[in-house]
Nanobody
Framework: QLHLVESGGGLVQPGGSLRLSCEVSGYIMGYYTLGWFLQAPGKEREGVSC????????YYADAVKGRFTISRDNTENTVYLQMNSLEPNDTAVYYC??????????????????????WGQGTQVTVSS
């Protein structure tokens, strides 16, 4: 249904910043939840942050609270993840995904979305000195 393209990753030093972008195209019914997820080598994907297009409510994993900010533009074509105070443990491939979750909080929707089989290609974030 949707086509997702992530960009903005790169190599940064600890304490640095990156802004990831996810361009969304295609059709989806009604409001949806869009989220950022990471996958480190040999690990399962983990939720980072999600945002609902219905009311812009957000969810953040504890590890990124106060450091990362998710946002979207008015057309809902692009969702961003501003990543500040980056740490080596943030190193991973970052993916975005979207799905419709009726009558769910954004936190619950984000958890369910982690199991999605529709992802973008991912963008590599490497935090190293």
């Amino acid at each position: 249904q949707l086509h997702l393209v992530e960009s903005g990753g790169g190599l940064v030093q600890p304490g640095g910043s990156l802004r990831l972008s996810c361009e969304v195209s295609g059709y989806i019914m009604g409001y949806y939840t869009l989220g950022w997820f990471l996958q480190a080598p040999g690990k399962e994907r983990e939720g980072v942050s999600c945002i609902s297009t219905s009311d812009s409510s957000t969810y953040y994993a504890d590890a990124v609270k106060g450091r990362f900010t998710i946002s979207r533009d008015n057309t809902e074509n692009t969702v961003y993840l501003q990543m500040n105070s980056l740490e080596p443990n943030d190193t991973a491939v970052y993916y975005c995904a979207a799905g419709v979750f009726l009558h769910h909080t954004v936190r619950t929707a984000c958890n369910i979305l982690r199991a999605s089989d529709s992802w973008g290609q991912g963008t590599q974030v490497t935090v190293s000195s």
